[in-house]
């Protein structure tokens, strides 16, 4: 009776995420395979990541980088290459006075 009774006590918020189609039924497939549904995966992360205060992610299988990485990646050495780059700042001052100058 008592399981009851703090079972119906418990409320919920609902947290309303964009997430692409292909991502979200690959991992609910994952957590169908681990035996449990995906809202339980991502309550047990938000736990842990108040829990820790970090956020931390591991590379389950062969390692590789995905294709958008490494374009990503390679425009980034040729943005710097070509100066397209952020310039970089000794102190803060500096950094804030460049922000502002960019009407940023």
Do not use: C, H
């Amino acid at each position: 009776m008592l399981l009851y009774i703090l079972w119906n006590t418990m409320s919920y918020a609902v947290i309303t995420t964009k997430i692409d189609p292909r991502t979200k039924k690959e991992a609910q497939i994952t957590a169908e395979a681990l035996g449990m549904p995906l809202s339980v995966i991502i309550k047990a992360f938000l736990k842990q990541f108040i829990k820790t205060k970090t956020v931390s992610f591991s590379v389950y299988g062969n390692g590789e980088p995905s294709e958008y990485l490494i374009k990503t990646l390679q425009q980034a050495q040729k943005n710097r290459k070509e100066g397209k780059g952020s310039p970089v700042f000794d102190n803060a001052e500096d950094a804030i006075a460049y922000l502002k100058k960019q009407g940023i």
